[in-house]
């Protein structure tokens, strides 16, 4: 049932002169300008590796992958940073319109949903490097890996916008103030006028289809992986074989560790404040650990920026 006060679906609520005020952080500038930096920082190295990925002739599908999720990463942030830095420097908030509100909100989980299938994809391919290396040439071919980032994107935008439709078809009180420096679902979901547990069905079918089904997946290729290194005598050649997992569980570890704060708790558990804390960190800090991680951790990755500053490095000599 609908609560007291709240806006009836008409024209004048569902337009795009609807608006909806993003009251974001109450320290703008120490924020602004961590954030800022943040950002610069994540999109140099993102851009960095895509960029080294690209001029690669030969890449293997690892370094495919890893592509794909640094332009889902510096694509990511985009959606989120530029109207939170506005939200920062405007004092009161920033206003957001009904469209907008829902463009973000569908970018916003679309490009996370993407990440996690593609997070799918990369623990496949090394299932595939460990449990069948005499395949791996065979089976992780290029277009294999072409038609699996095409899925991933697919799969997290169809997702996304059902979740976004089903969100923005709910009645909306007469506040809009979204404690929150984006449109993020709960924060959204908060201003619902209804009373039941049906607003929140959406959002529950999303996170299984989003992150407890490609967590499943992930955890079944690494048993796999495991029980395949368990055979192995040699523990030289465990050790090696397993140092080339580490970079991905590490950021499997940090996309759902936060995804699953943020998005798989009870509604009696909702806090604003500390919701954009982590959100903060999310769209943030995650974005920039991961270059630093797979750059620090990657063979290939090393490799292939070490062959990009010294093809650099002739060309500024010629």
Do not use: W
């Not at 004092?91 to 569908?106: E, L, Y």
Request: net charge positive; hydrophobic share 50%; glycine share 6%.
């Amino acid at each position: 049932m609908p609560c007291e006060g709240c806006m009836e679906r008409d024209n004048k609520s569902t337009d795009a002169t609807m608006e909806f005020l993003l009251l974001g952080f109450s320290e703008p500038r120490v924020l602004l300008f961590l954030i800022f930096l943040i950002h610069l920082v994540m999109l140099a190295g993102n851009v960095m590796i895509f960029m080294a990925v690209v001029m690669e002739p030969s890449r293997s599908p690892m370094l495919f992958f890893l592509c794909q999720l640094s332009v889902i990463e510096i694509c990511y942030t985009l959606v989120i940073v530029p109207k939170a830095l506005l939200s920062l420097i405007v004092v009161g908030g920033s206003t957001i319109s009904f469209i907008g509100c829902a463009a973000q909100m569908h970018l916003f989980v679309a490009l996370g949903g993407a990440e996690c299938f593609l997070l799918v994809a990369m623990s496949y391919d090394r299932y595939v490097a460990i449990c069948q290396p005499l395949h791996y040439v065979a089976v992780m071919s290029e277009g294999l890996c072409l038609r699996l980032a095409v899925a991933c994107c697919l799969g997290g935008f169809a997702v996304a916008l059902g979740l976004t439709v089903a969100v923005f078809r709910l009645p909306f009180c007469q506040s809009h103030r979204i404690n929150h420096f984006f449109c993020d679902v709960p924060a959204v979901l908060h201003l619902a006028c209804t009373q039941s547990y049906t607003r929140e069905l959406p959002l529950l079918a999303a996170c299984v289809l989003l992150l407890l089904l490609p967590f499943l997946l992930i955890l079944t290729s690494y048993v796999c992986i495991v029980v395949a290194l368990l055979r192995v005598t040699s523990s030289t050649g465990r050790g090696k074989a397993f140092s080339t997992c580490i970079s991905h569980l590490a950021i499997t570890l940090l996309h759902y560790g936060c995804a699953t704060f943020m998005y798989i708790r009870p509604k009696s558990s909702y806090s604003p404040a500390r919701d954009k804390t982590v959100s903060l960190v999310y769209t943030n800090i995650t974005p920039l650990l991961y270059p630093l991680i797979y750059s620090l951790r990657n063979k290939e990755i090393r490799g292939v920026l070490r062959k990009t500053l010294r093809r650099k490095k002739i060309a500024q000599l010629n």
